[in-house]
């Protein structure tokens, strides 16, 4: 059963494509979606052009005011907001309310530092009594969004958030699985008080999202390596900047120190949140020979007490795959890796009678790094766990891999552990815990390597979304004509000036 079933496509009045959506949790069809055309994409960037400069001369409290508003719609409706995603993700409940809570707090975040970070600053000349020099921050101006289907409201809104702020117009491009709840969230901003041609949304495919990418002054793009890498070369073409939140196969480190069952329970947390389908999820254990065999033993006991199901109470701690594709490659990983040598140590099977897309929590030991469970990203509820010497050779593996998101090491000695996150290549490592990066919203979030270019969070999820432009203005006080930039007498007062700014570091620019 695939989510997407192209049997199930049919045509609307206009003579669009239409696409299924299903719910995953029954594989019964939820809606349609329209595949937009080109000119359906030109027409949403000629609309949101001609709106930008209306939306930009709006004080940032204004357009702040407007999400926040839209964040307490949210919350008012929560069980509405839940829903909606559940109904084309099949996740739990609380998949669905962590969603809800990093988008509430990102609109608070932005809503609180934006005004000071996006006001005009002055910056010192090397002729301090003569010039002033002054930055301003200036949007793009119509600002794309492509994102995928394993966190609809989280993945596609939380880069929106920040470019809206900033006085960008914005056309979001979801994933073609998950749409509806994308247009759900961009009606509540409408009613929010957002004009509708401020925040528009384009449905379709890989098509759409193509199209999109030869309109927009800035694209920014959250899924995978592949689609990731054409967006950039196309962006290049045009010369227009991106930001590319990319795939991971993230590493997790043990070491003998560890609390052996936060360990356990935190790895599986790790590996299993949104059954998987995470970029930042655990896909690679690496346990240090002390304590391997303690470790397998508890998480395995720890992954048989997990409540997995449809329901929508609190309590369930995973829910239903998304994605066929992904399911299918999920097994292809298991059966690879059992082929070369790998011991099924729990799960490895699917569901069928909680669901059409359900997976069994499944963890692999023996394995090693000529499986594709090690090396590719896989998208769904796996744990493989490698037995290491010590904690160099863990570094070592953990780095062994094209992508770089983030990474996690389980130790007691804090310091110890703080220093070796910083010799993993990724953009965020985590002590103890995983994945609360997303609970950090002041700290940037993004990848190396393959995993992509760009922060989101943080100033710098901000600052993507302006461009510079410095003002520099001569006072005039004390000027007489040059025909020159410089000549005798200028040229003497700006020796005496670097030098005395040799001198005093401080007063230098
Ligand atoms: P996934 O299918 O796992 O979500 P993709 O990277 O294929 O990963 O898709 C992420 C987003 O990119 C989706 O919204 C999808 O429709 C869109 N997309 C796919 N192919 C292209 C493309 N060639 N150009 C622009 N967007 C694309």
């Known amino acids: 059963m695939a989510v997407i079933d192209k049997s199930a496509t049919r045509s609307d009045s206009?003579?669009?494509?239409?696409?299924?959506?299903?719910?995953?949790?029954?594989?019964?069809?939820?809606?349609?979606?329209?595949?937009?055309?080109?000119d359906d994409v030109r027409q949403a960037v000629a609309r949101a052009r001609a709106i930008q400069p209306a939306w930009n001369a709006l004080s940032i409290?204004?357009?702040?005011?407007?999400?926040?508003?839209?964040?307490?719609?949210?919350?008012?409706?929560?069980?509405?907001?839940?829903?909606?995603?559940?109904?084309?993700?099949?996740?739990?409940?609380?998949?669905?309310?962590?969603?809800?809570?990093?988008?509430?707090?990102?609109?608070?975040?932005?809503?609180?530092?934006?005004?000071?970070?996006?006001?005009?600053?002055?910056?010192?000349?090397?002729?301090?009594?003569?010039?002033?020099?002054?930055?301003?921050?200036?949007?793009?101006?119509?600002?794309?969004?492509?994102?995928?289907?394993?966190?609809?409201?989280?993945?596609?809104?939380?880069?929106?958030?920040?470019?809206?702020?900033?006085?960008?117009?914005?056309?979001?491009?979801?994933?073609?699985?998950?749409?509806?709840?994308?247009?759900?969230?961009?009606?509540?901003?409408?009613?929010?008080?957002?004009?509708?041609?401020?925040?528009?949304?384009?449905?379709?495919?890989?098509?759409?999202?193509?199209?999109?990418?030869?309109?927009?002054?800035?694209?920014?793009?959250?899924?995978?390596t592949a689609t990731g890498r054409k967006i950039a070369m196309r962006a290049g073409e045009r010369l227009i900047p991106c930001s590319l939140e990319l795939g991971g196969k993230d590493p997790l480190i043990v070491l003998n120190d560890a609390r052996l069952d936060l360990a356990a329970s935190g790895t599986l947390a790790g590996s299993l949140e949104n059954a998987g389908q995470v970029c930042i999820a655990v896909e690679r254990v690496y346990v240090e020979a002390g304590i391997h065999d303690a470790f397998v033993e508890r998480i395995c006991h720890y992954a048989g007490q997990m409540n997995i199901g449809s329901g929508d109470g609190w309590d369930v701690h995973m829910g239903s795959m998304t994605n066929e594709r992904e399911l299918l490659r999920t097994e292809?990983?298991?059966?690879?890796?059992?082929?070369?040598?790998?011991?099924?140590?729990?799960?490895?099977?699917?569901?069928?009678?909680?669901?059409?897309?359900?997976?069994?929590?499944?963890?692999?030991?023996?394995?090693?790094?000529?499986?594709?469970?090690?090396?590719?990203?896989?998208?769904?509820?796996?744990?493989?766990?490698?037995?290491?010497?010590?904690?160099?050779?863990?570094?070592?593996?953990?780095?062994?891999?094209?992508?770089?998101?983030?990474?996690?090491?389980?130790?007691?000695?804090?310091?110890?552990?703080?220093?070796?996150?910083?010799?993993?290549?990724?953009?965020?490592?985590?002590?103890?815990?995983?994945?609360?990066?997303?609970?950090?919203?002041?700290a940037p979030m993004g990848g190396v390597k393959n995993s992509g270019i760009g922060r989101r969070n943080g100033p710098e999820g901000l600052m993507r979304f302006v461009r510079t432009q410095s003002v520099v203005i001569d006072n005039q006080i004390g000027a007489w004509p040059m025909l020159a930039l410089l000549d005798d007498g200028t040229l003497k007062l700006v020796r005496f000036l670097v030098n005395a700014m040799r001198r005093f570091p401080f007063l230098g620019p």
Not at 20 to 34: D, F, M, S, W, Y
Not at 190 to 195: E, F, K, L, S, V
Request: glycine share 8%; aromatic share 8%.
């Open 14 to 38: 206009a003579g669009r494509e239409q696409i299924a959506v299903k719910n995953p949790l029954t594989g019964e069809v939820i809606g349609h979606i329209p595949v937009c055309t080109a």
């Open 61 to 224: 409290r204004t357009r702040s005011n407007m999400l926040i508003r839209w964040t307490q719609l949210i919350a008012q409706r929560e069980d509405e907001s839940i829903a909606a995603i559940r109904r084309e993700t099949g996740k739990n409940r609380i998949g669905a309310f962590e969603e809800m809570l990093v988008i509430d707090r990102t609109v608070a975040y932005y809503a609180r530092h934006a005004p000071e970070w996006l006001r005009r600053k002055t910056r010192r000349p090397l002729l301090p009594f003569r010039h002033t020099a002054r930055v301003y921050y200036k949007p793009y101006g119509v600002v794309g969004f492509i994102t995928p289907w394993n966190y609809p409201l989280l993945n596609a809104f939380q880069d929106l958030i920040p470019a809206l702020i900033a006085g960008n117009t914005v056309i979001l491009k979801p994933s073609e699985i998950t749409s509806l709840v994308a247009l759900h969230m961009v009606d509540l901003m409408i009613q929010a008080g957002i004009p509708k041609d401020v925040v528009q949304v384009v449905t379709g495919a890989g098509s759409t999202g193509a199209a999109l990418v030869d309109q927009v002054d800035y694209i920014a793009f959250t899924g995978s």
């Open 332 to 442: 292809a990983h298991i059966a690879d890796a059992v082929a070369k040598g790998a011991t099924l140590v729990h799960g490895g099977k699917r569901r069928p009678d909680l669901g059409p897309l359900f997976f069994e929590p499944t963890i692999l030991t023996n394995v090693n790094h000529t499986m594709d469970v090690m090396r590719e990203e896989t998208f769904g509820p796996i744990i493989p766990i490698m037995k290491v010497r010590d904690a160099d050779e863990a570094i070592r593996l953990a780095n062994d891999n094209q992508y770089g998101l983030s990474g996690a090491i389980f130790t007691k000695d804090l310091k110890r552990g703080e220093q070796l996150a910083t010799r993993v290549e990724s953009g965020d490592v985590h002590v103890n815990t995983t994945q609360w990066i997303f609970g950090v919203l002041s």
